[in-house]
């Protein structure tokens, strides 16, 4: 029974450190497209007194002529009176970002885009732009928050555990310490309990993967988010298997070299 317990933490541990890679990976992925989306979405307008074909100013990649037509119209028939084919009105423009600007960086755009000469005025929605860059970067933390300590206490749940069948095994490797075995042939015992807890650990983590990124909520999720959203799991499946080889053999040789 204690035999069975000591493979069951193992490949907890472990599945718990993939799980979490996993997550973090799809998360990450899942906020750069939303990301990607506000940008899209987002634009600043500029009231300006002559034409702009270009502001040489980092972080724009579009300039967009706004047509006010319609507008003049609406107002032509809202006031018969005026002729506003004789008043001169200014240029309204777009301005498409490169990416999420931070409220500094927002800020010190609408300055020095006020500092040309030609633009009267500058919209930039701040407040708005500002709680969501502010919760995306809320987000990011936490998830790698989350992802740091969930995996420093993964490895350190693994190394306990592989000491535990280290002592089981001691006397064995004293022996073929003491007839000079090669380092690799001294620990193949506790390298082989790693690396059979590491395949099953994998193979549950694709399951439970798999079922999470399929289920209702999360589809939910991202049809709320209004991305397209696409997981490539040979890619993500391939990542947590060398992941997980990986941790087993760093945890077996930290373990194997220690003289506890």
């Known amino acids: 029974m204690n035999y069975l317990k000591s493979h069951i933490t193992l490949i907890l541990a472990l599945i718990s450190i993939l799980v979490s890679i996993f997550l973090f990976r799809i998360f990450t992925q899942v906020l750069k497209l939303y990301e990607s989306n506000i940008v899209n979405n987002y634009s600043i307008v500029v009231v300006s007194d002559t034409t702009i074909n270009n502001l040489n100013l980092p972080n724009i990649k579009e300039i967009e002529k706004i047509d006010i037509t319609k507008q003049i119209k609406n107002l032509q028939k809202k006031y018969p009176n005026i002729d506003f084919s004789n008043i001169k009105l200014p240029y309204f423009y777009k301005l498409k970002l490169k990416n999420l600007p931070s409220p500094v960086e927002l800020d010190n755009l609408k300055k020095n885009l006020l500092n040309k000469p030609y633009i ?27 992802m740091f300590i969930t995996g420093i206490l993964g490895m350190l749940l693994i190394i306990k555990q592989l000491e535990v069948w280290k002592l089981l095994h001691s006397e064995r490797m004293y022996i073929m310490e003491l007839f000079g075995a ?35 909520i999360f589809q939910n999720i991202i049809n709320e988010l209004n991305i397209s959203f696409a ?23 930290i373990v194997v070299a220690s003289k506890k």
């Open 182 to 216: 090669p380092f690799w042939i001294k620990g193949a015992a506790l390298f082989k309990i790693a690396f059979i807890d590491s395949f099953v650990a994998i193979i549950i983590t694709l399951f439970i993967s798999y079922f999470i990124t399929n289920s209702s």
């Open 231 to 253: 997981i490539n799991y040979i890619k993500e499946f391939s990542i947590l298997f060398v992941v997980s080889f990986a941790i087993s053999l760093i945890s077996s040789i």
């Open 120 to 146: 009267k005025k500058v919209l930039t929605h701040s407040t708005s732009q500002t709680k969501i860059y502010n919760l995306l970067m809320l987000l990011k933390i936490i998830t790698k928050t989350f």
